[in-house]
T-cell receptor, first 113, second 113 residues
């Protein structure tokens, strides 16, 4: 069974700090990796995608992928109170040709002013 | 607004009634996915459809649940004879030809009394 594991948190960081969110996955054949942000009572919003080992930066967000360790992370620099949300890690095995993503339960991030 | 549209936003049903959830994909998208999010749980894949075809329903319960995506009109997720355990947020997502990135609708919160 494909699993995606995340620490449920909450992860509390002060405004301006770096928030580090981590995710591990069980299916070694996974090809695509995504981070979604979900505010309470709202829909998931795609914020980052990564497909190859290494780092990918987009504004204040950096996604890191290590396929050998089956590990994905998301760094948020200069954290803002508006970043307070649940962050969902999602993994696509990639062998089906479509996106039946497996999601983790999410990590709640709290950024205090 | 060219985003994924879901309705109703909230749906209340009594045990034994039927629930119908509707989803119109993002403009230009022809792939629809349904996910369910139970309290304190991650998003769980239910079914993937293209126009007039169910491609993968491996995540959908065998009894009482059905989905369709007709040639004209929105995708429908139908739950017959609802039970309290069906209470959840049901999210629809769509993707384009590349499949990789899913964009979610605002969800339907189903409450079964």
């Amino acid at each position: 069974q494909k699993e995606v594991e995340q620490n449920s948190g909450p992860l509390s960081v002060p405004e301006g700090a770096i928030a580090s969110l981590n995710c591990t996955y069980s299916d070694r054949g996974s090809q695509s990796f995504f981070w979604y942000r979900q505010y309470s009572g709202k829909s998931p919003e795609l914020i980052m995608s990564i497909y190859s080992n290494g780092d990918k930066e987009d504004g204040r967000f950096t996604a890191q992928l290590n396929k050998a360790s089956q590990y994905v992370s998301l760094l948020i620099r200069d954290s803002q109170p508006s970043d307070s949300a649940t962050y969902l890690c999602a993994v696509n095995a990639g062998n089906s040709g479509y996106s039946t993503l497996t999601f983790g339960k999410g990590t709640m991030l709290l950024v205090s002013p | 607004n060219a985003g994924v549209m879901q309705n109703p936003r909230h749906l209340v049903r009594r045990r034994g009634q039927e629930a119908r959830l509707r989803c119109s994909p993002m403009k230009g998208h022809s792939h629809v996915y349904w996910y369910r999010q139970l309290p304190e749980e991650g998003l769980k894949f239910m079914v993937y459809l293209q126009k007039e075809n169910i491609i993968d329903e491996s995540g959908m319960p065998k009894e009482r649940f059905s989905a369709e995506f007709p040639k004209e009109g929105p995708s429908i997720l139908r739950i017959q004879q609802v039970v309290r355990g069906d209470s959840a947020a049901y999210f629809c997502a769509s993707s384009g030809q590349g499949h990789e990135k899913l964009f979610f609708g605002s969800g339907t919160q189903l409450s079964v009394l």
